[in-house]
């Protein structure tokens, strides 16, 4: 560029805006283009024969399994279905769910976990009614727990599509026996930290928590607070914060609950060092390679055991009974993954999707994939897992639920519970106990105070 | 200064430093690069020794599995389409802020810069809603409407950088008779052309690594865009790390080849009186 | 070449100004016409929702179907103002912004002027610094986790095989260090933004000029003040703006490191807001923070321009 004069070309004002339209002009065509593309905008039930399915089977197994369960259904059905897997992060999905169906164009069906996001879509008048399906095309299908956490004011929101025990424990036979310790020795809380403070003692890690990530300490308090409750309580008092009316009889406040907490305090010198500041992935993996002898993780943990299979000798065990306690020691933690539609679906294609689901053969097959226990009427020897392993871990899974009795499981508590009050509570009150930033009976105190809120809310 | 004529102590110094720095700032890379050769159980339970074999399974698989074919596709689609949009529309608004006088110009210019100071977060929903009245729900147009929108910075960066042209080659040209759009175009564009490839780069790495809008606007699998598909390899309880990292080692190739094309010109001088690259 | 004052010749300017009043009502239909196409996205697709947002704060809703929503007037704010989580995590965005601005924003400027000088290698290292922005801030939230991890961890494992393992810290789980772990974090992905922009900055000062005050024997100090400062104060202006805006919004590294814990001990203004208004149901609630922070925000940023507006040849 000539120094004396800069403007030597003979670009005229009229050049310049023809250049700039122009540009513009194919920047808006290209981004149109990027619209019309094949591929956007799927509306719910548009087009007959096709529903969209939202859920958070998105990593590369379930994945896999959910694609083969829809194909599977549109051979027998000629219904079609779009499947819409989302990140899985709960932080994540459960508000993409409620985003979606409030959306002008919501999923058919989505995934959802059970308790008051269903009851808050149920209320907003986003969901359509099941009742009549539930007592039509599926009666005598239903298994205890199928419409658990789904139903509200009498009518049916949801059907299961599969639940996991939450509170068991694994165990690595081989670990604990260089430190003479076996399954007997877990009889009740109290012998179970008894051994594990030998463990410790002795230079082993008899327990590893991903606690950084908070939900695992919630887990732990879960747990305990059931084992002193007793499922029926347990459950009354999760209830309080998002049911209408509930009764107050049980409070957080309550002797048992604060000694819960107190139980928690008890694994802290059994932890591994540092255990405030890890991940759960990691120990996840810092069990599977053999480097502990516990682990409290729920029946899902069966997924990581496929994918990573440990070299030491596995078992699993529900959670022990707490002395003391209102609660026995086989009563179960569930936590329901529940299948919701939009009241914009069309009800026929739905009702033969659910129809399908739960025929026995669909039921096995899909309980040997997931690893879960789908609560509807099928032959459970017919579930085929290939592993001798995990079919045997697996067995035992679905004995905790078969011994825990009718009135013995309770939902998991970040279920259960209104979301601000578990996450700012439970979990982050989890963390807090452990660093001593709060104390069991302040704890208690804290959430009994918010869940008198939030009923007063409701009202 | 030019460094070569810095005292020798400061010259060891900066040596020292500036390597101290590099380490600890490509610390995780080069671990992002070592365990993409490892198995996914020895990533994390032996994450620091080196891999035993080089295997490029995980990467292979990553993007199998992933479809990263259409992520791919999506994302470098919608990020060239708002990157251009943005350098255009953007470089305008810095102009008029930068040079002209008009009634308003600093109310607006408060206005324009004020969209910088409100967390994505509490706009996501409310932008759901306007996206989905508008008919473009899980759309890939509506990703690019947002980003067309993320005004704040560029002006801001791109206004400073035209403010550092000196007034008295502007006013030269007014005085042989050039106009507004010629000055802006002739004169200040190539004074400013390191800023608007460094918006440029700054705004790729943003709209390509951006989880949110994607998050938000978009449900079917045709739409998805990279970082979604980083997300699918976190399942419900376990984390995938062999796919998770050949992932990431995927997706990070992209923005390092635009950084490659642009970095010349980002530090490229243009001073009055000639171009020093 | 002409030889020019740094602060623009004045004269010259009113002589070309007071030509034509015609110039000035062009200047008005061109600034408007120029502003006006980047203003159509941005008022549609950001104003509208922010006005959006700001008006949901005044309401009670969970986020789904907006017939439900409930007015509430001035509740959330009233609400807010006692809320001491909010109040704990604006402490901890400050301490972010501290650390951001000494860190990132002076070490940033000095990094780019010994690059700048010519060191050998400058152009790797602006690479290697650089480098850090390609993974996306989540990736680099994961790795970082791997990082600070107590048992499996390169900090521990280093420090204890330096001997130093007493000082072992369970990084992400301590009250103490979650905070400054993941600030460091951001600082660490972003460090190289801000070496970008004072690069671009600098390479507007013309190195003849450099050149022709040393021969006349001024001092680094001289230079620096009056000759490199005035062509960077612009950009220099929006870096520190920037760097003070980010440590307010730090939101993406804390929710993958440590979602704000432990014990909320880590927790930010946004991931506060996250996790009532994203993660909870109270978008309204959140919505208010939201406007807090906005406001806050905006006071810095005009306090800001303020003071960097003097000097400036440009009114």
């Known amino acids: 560029?000539?120094?004396?004069?800069?403007?030597?070309?003979?670009?005229?004002?009229?050049?310049?805006?023809?250049?700039?339209?122009?540009?513009?002009?194919?920047?808006?065509?290209?981004?149109?283009?990027?619209?019309?593309?094949?591929?956007?905008?799927?509306?719910?039930?548009?087009?007959?024969?096709?529903?969209?399915?939202?859920?958070?089977?998105?990593?590369?197994?379930?994945?896999?399994?959910?694609?083969?369960?829809?194909?599977?259904?549109?051979?027998?059905?000629?219904?079609?279905?779009?499947?819409?897997?989302?990140?899985?992060?709960?932080?994540?999905?459960?508000?993409?769910?409620?985003?979606?169906?409030?959306?002008?164009?919501?999923?058919?069906?989505?995934?959802?976990?059970?308790?008051?996001?269903?009851?808050?879509?149920?209320?907003?008048?986003?969901?359509?009614?099941?009742?009549?399906?539930?007592?039509?095309?599926l009666k005598g299908r239903l298994q205890a727990g199928a419409t658990a956490g789904a139903e509200l004011d009498g009518k049916v929101w949801g059907l299961s599509d599969g639940a996991n025990v939450g509170n068991c424990v694994w165990v690595n036979h081989d670990y604990l026996a260089k430190y003479k310790v076996s399954d007997s020795d877990v009889k009740d809380l109290e012998s179970w930290i008894a051994a594990m403070t030998e463990i410790k003692k002795a230079g082993g890690t008899p327990v590893v928590i991903g606690a950084k990530d908070q939900w695992p300490g919630g887990h732990y308090l879960n747990d305990l607070v059931q084992r002193r409750l007793g499922s029926t309580n347990a459950t009354a008092l999760y209830n309080r914060s998002v049911v209408k009316g509930a009764p107050d009889t049980v409070k957080w406040t309550d002797d048992q609950v604060v000694k819960a907490f107190e139980d928690y305090l008890l694994f802290k010198p059994v932890f591994q060092d540092g255990f405030l500041g890890e991940a759960s992935a990691t120990t996840d993996s810092l069990f599977l390679s053999g480097q502990a002898g516990f682990y409290e993780m729920g029946s899902w943990f069966l997924s990581g055991?496929?994918?990573?299979?440990?070299?030491?000798?596995?078992?699993?065990?529900?959670?022990?009974?707490?002395?003391?306690?209102?609660?026995?020691?086989?009563?179960?933690?569930?936590?329901?993954?529940?299948?919701?539609?939009?009241?914009?679906?069309?009800?026929?294609?739905?009702?033969?999707?659910?129809?399908?689901?739960?025929?026995?053969?669909?039921?096995?097959?899909?309980?040997?994939?997931?690893?879960?226990?789908?609560?509807?009427?099928?032959?459970?020897?017919?579930?085929?897992?290939?592993?001798?392993?995990?079919?045997?871990?697996?067995?035992?899974?679905?004995?905790?639920?078969?011994?825990?009795?009718?009135?013995?499981?309770?939902?998991?508590?970040?279920?259960?519970?209104?979301?601000?009050?578990?996450?700012?509570?439970?979990?982050?009150?989890?963390?807090?106990?452990?660093s001593g930033d709060v104390a069991p009976d302040q704890l208690a105190q804290q959430l009994e105070d918010a869940t008198v809120a939030a009923q007063e809310k409701l009202s | 200064m030019k460094f070569a004529r810095y005292a020798p102590w400061t010259k060891v110094g900066s040596y020292v430093w500036l390597i101290l720095l590099a380490v600890v700032v490509i610390a995780p890379l080069a671990w992002l690069t070592m365990s993409v050769f490892k198995d996914s159980n020895a990533i994390v339970t032996t994450p620091f020794s080196l891999p035993t074999s080089f295997s490029w399974q995980n990467v292979v698989d990553a993007w199998n599995v992933g479809s990263f074919?259409?992520?791919?596709?999506?994302?470098?689609?919608?990020?060239?389409?708002?990157?251009?949009?943005?350098?255009?529309?953007?470089?305008?608004?810095?102009?008029?802020?930068?040079?002209?006088?008009?009634?308003?110009?600093?109310?607006?210019?408060?206005?324009?810069?004020?969209g910088q100071f409100v967390p994505a977060q509490i706009i996501a929903l409310p932008s759901f809603l306007q996206i989905n009245a508008l008919g473009l729900g899980d759309t890939q147009l509506a990703l690019i409407l947002q980003y067309l929108s993320w005004a704040p910075f560029a002006v801001l960066f791109l206004r400073a950088s035209m403010m550092s042209v000196p007034r008295e080659i502007e006013e030269a040209a007014m005085i042989d008779g050039a106009g507004r759009l010629r000055i802006l175009f002739q004169v200040i564009l190539p004074m400013c052309r390191s800023a608007f490839a460094t918006v440029g780069t700054i705004y790729s790495l943003w709209i390509y690594n951006d989880f949110l809008f994607p998050l938000i606007y978009v449900r079917s699998p045709e739409n998805a865009t990279v970082p979604l598909g980083l997300s699918q390899f976190q399942g419900l309880f376990t984390t995938f790390w062999g796919y998770l990292v050949g992932a990431i080692f995927i997706a990070v190739w992209p923005p390092l080849i635009v950084y490659g094309l642009l970095s010349r010109q980002i530090s490229s001088r243009f001073i009055a009186g000639g171009v020093k690259a | 070449m002409t030889a020019f004052s740094i602060t623009g010749s004045v004269g010259g300017r009113d002589r070309v100004l007071r030509r034509s009043r015609r110039r000035r009502l062009l200047d008005g239909l061109a600034g408007y016409g120029l502003i006006a196409p980047a203003g159509v996205f941005y008022l549609g697709f950001q104003v509208l929702p922010i006005l959006f947002a700001f008006v949901l704060s005044f309401f009670d809703w969970n986020g789904i179907n907006l017939a439900t929503a409930r007015f509430v007037g001035f509740a959330n704010y009233v609400e807010l103002f006692g809320d001491d989580s909010f109040w704990r995590s604006v402490v901890h965005n400050l301490l972010a912004v501290v650390l951001i601005l000494v860190i990132q924003c002076l070490g940033s400027f000095m990094l780019a002027g010994i690059i700048n000088a010519g060191i050998r290698g400058g152009r790797f290292f602006q690479l290697v610094f650089f480098?850090?922005?390609?993974?996306?801030?989540?990736?680099?939230?994961?790795?970082?986790?791997?990082?600070?991890?107590?048992?499996?961890?390169?900090?521990?494992?280093?420090?204890?095989?330096?001997?130093?393992?007493?000082?072992?810290?369970?990084?992400?789980?301590?009250?103490?260090?979650?905070?400054?772990?993941?600030?460091?974090?951001?600082?660490?992905?972003?460090?190289?933004?801000?070496?970008?922009?004072?690069?671009?900055?600098?390479?507007?000062?013309?190195?003849?000029?450099?050149?022709?005050?040393?021969?006349?024997?001024?001092?680094?100090?001289?230079?620096?003040?009056?000759?490199?400062?005035?062509?960077?104060?612009?950009?220099?202006?929006?870096?520190?703006?920037?760097?003070?805006?980010?440590?307010?919004?730090?939101?993406?590294?804390?929710?993958?490191?440590?979602?704000?814990?432990?014990?909320?001990?880590?927790?930010?203004?946004?991931?506060?807001?996250?996790?009532?208004?994203?993660?909870?149901?109270?978008?309204?609630?959140?919505?208010?923070?939201?406007?807090?922070?906005?406001?806050i925000l905006l006071v810095v940023a005009l306090v800001q321009l303020r003071l960097t507006r003097g000097g400036r040849a440009n009114d």
């Open chain 1, 1 to 137: 560029m000539n120094d004396n004069n800069p403007l030597n070309t003979s670009l005229t004002r009229r050049g310049v805006f023809r250049l700039g339209g122009g540009i513009a002009l194919s920047a808006g065509m290209t981004a149109l283009l990027a619209a019309c593309t094949p591929g956007s905008a799927s509306g719910g039930g548009a087009g007959s024969g096709t529903l969209t399915f939202m859920n958070r089977w998105s990593d590369p197994t379930s994945k896999k399994n959910a694609q083969a369960l829809f194909d599977a259904f549109t051979k027998s059905s000629g219904i079609k279905v779009a499947n819409q897997t989302q990140p899985s992060s709960g932080d994540t999905y459960q508000p993409a769910v409620r985003n979606a169906f409030s959306s002008s164009n919501p999923p058919s069906m989505a995934t959802d976990i059970s308790g008051p996001e269903i009851y808050n879509l149920a209320k907003a008048g986003v969901l359509m009614d099941l009742t009549s399906i539930a007592n039509g095309k």
């Open chain 1, 305 to 434: 055991i496929r994918q990573n299979k440990p070299s030491f000798d596995i078992g699993v065990l529900l959670f022990p009974e707490v002395t003391g306690g209102k609660g026995t020691g086989k009563e179960v933690t569930l936590g329901n993954d529940t299948i919701i539609v939009s009241a914009k679906a069309d009800k026929d294609h739905v009702e033969q999707f659910f129809e399908y689901f739960t025929e026995p053969a669909t039921l096995a097959k899909w309980a040997g994939d997931q690893f879960i226990a789908p609560p509807y009427n099928y032959d459970t020897s017919k579930v085929k897992i290939a592993d001798s392993t995990l079919k045997g871990l697996f067995a035992d899974v679905n004995k905790f639920s078969a011994d825990a009795g009718p009135d013995g499981a309770a939902l998991f508590n970040d279920q259960a519970i209104d979301v601000n009050i578990y996450t700012k509570y439970i979990w982050q009150g989890s963390v807090g106990l452990m």
């Open chain 2, 69 to 114: 074919a259409i992520l791919f596709k999506n994302s470098i689609l919608i990020t060239v389409v708002s990157v251009f949009g943005i350098l255009v529309l953007e470089g305008l608004a810095a102009y008029a802020f930068s040079r002209l006088n008009f009634p308003g110009r600093n109310i607006w210019f408060v206005i324009f810069l004020a």
């Open chain 3, 131 to 295: 480098a850090p922005m390609v993974v996306s801030t989540v990736a680099m939230g994961m790795l970082a986790i791997f990082i600070f991890s107590p048992s499996q961890g390169l900090l521990n494992s280093l420090l204890r095989d330096m001997g130093l393992g007493a000082l072992a810290q369970p990084w992400l789980g301590s009250s103490t260090w979650a905070l400054p772990a993941v600030v460091i974090t951001a600082i660490l992905q972003n460090f190289g933004l801000s070496v970008l922009m004072f690069i671009s900055g600098l390479g507007q000062v013309d190195p003849a000029m450099l050149e022709a005050a040393e021969i006349d024997g001024a001092s680094q100090a001289t230079i620096l003040w009056r000759i490199v400062f005035p062509v960077i104060r612009p950009v220099a202006s929006v870096v520190f703006l920037l760097g003070i805006v980010s440590g307010f919004r730090l939101f993406d590294q804390v929710y993958v490191m440590t979602s704000g814990g432990p014990y909320h001990s880590s927790d930010t203004i946004v991931t506060y807001l996250y996790s009532i208004a994203f993660a909870g149901n109270r978008v309204g609630y959140g919505n208010a923070i939201g406007v807090v922070l906005f406001l």
